[in-house]
C-alpha cells in the first residue's frame, strides 16, 4: 500500500511521539520515587526537574493530535481536551481557553491545534486564545498586549508558504494542508491587541 508524503509525515509524528511518551512516564515514576524516599522532597532541584517532566509529557500529548495521524472516527471528550490545553500552558506566556463544547473529531482537533501555534506566533508579549466553535466553524481569538501579523507566515487572510520554511513555521504549511484537506476556508480578523481566526 503506498502512502502520500502527508500520511507517512503524520505516521512519523506518531511514532516518535507514542515512543517517548513510555520513556518520558518511567522518569516521571523514577522522580516519584525520589520524592518519596529523599529528604530533599522540597529541594528546588527536584521541582525544576518535575516542572520540566511535566511539560516535556504535556507537549508529547499535544504534538501527537497536531502533527500525528488523525481519523473523523477517533473522538476526543470535554476532558481530554482541557487537560491537554491546561498541562500544555502551565506556566507558559499563552493560555488556552477551551470553549469548543464536549468534544470533537480528532481530525478536526488536529486542525485546531495547529491553529493555536500558528496563532502564538502572532502573541509575541505572550496573552490568551479561547477556542469556540460555531455553526460548524472553528474561532481562534488571541488578545495580548501586542499582535505582530505581518510577519511572512500571515498575509491576511492567506497563509504564506512560499519560499523556504523553518522548522519554527511548520505548523503554517501543516495548517494550509490540513484546510485544504477538510475543504474548509480560513478568514482572518485582525487588531491592535486580539487576532481573530476562523475555519
Known amino acids: 500500500m503506498r502512502h502520500s508524503n ?3 509525515t503524520q505516521l512519523v509524528g506518531s ?13 516521571g515514576n523514577g522522580l516519584e520515587l525520589i520524592q518519596m524516599q529523599s529528604q530533599w522532597t522540597d529541594s528546588p532541584e527536584l521541582a525544576l526537574i518535575a516542572q520540566s517532566l511535566h511539560h516535556a509529557s504535556a507537549r ?3 504534538y501527537r493530535i497536531a502533527f500525528g495521524l488523525a481519523s473523523d472516527t477517533q473522538q476526543l471528550g470535554v476532558g481530554e481536551i482541557s487537560s491537554i490545553l491546561a498541562d500544555m500552558t502551565r506556566d507558559g506566556r499563552v493560555s488556552y481557553d477551551w470553549q469548543g463544547g464536549e468534544g470533537c473529531a480528532r481530525s478536526e482537533l488536529r ?3 495547529l491553529g493555536l501555534l500558528c496563532l502564538e506566533t502572532a502573541l509575541p508579549l505572550g496573552g490568551g486564545i479561547a477556542i469556540t466553535s460555531y455553526d460548524g466553524r472553528w474561532q481562534l481569538r488571541g488578545a495580548g498586549d501586542r499582535i505582530r501579523w505581518e510577519d ?5 487572510d492567506v497563509i504564506n508558504t512560499a519560499g523556504e520554511i523553518g522548522a519554527d513555521r511548520v505548523q503554517f504549511a501543516l495548517l494550509l494542508d490540513e484546510l485544504q484537506q477538510q475543504g474548509r476556508d480560513l478568514t482572518t480578523e485582525v487588531g491592535d491587541t486580539s487576532a481573530l481566526i476562523s475555519f
Not at 152 to 156: D, Y
Open 111 to 113: 486542525l485546531v491545534f
Open 15 to 27: 511514532r516518535i511521539c507514542h515512543d517517548l511518551i513510555s520513556p518520558i512516564g518511567a522518569i
Open 152 to 156: 511572512g507566515a500571515w498575509s491576511g
Open 60 to 62: 508529547i500529548r499535544f
Open 6 to 8: 502527508q500520511s507517512l
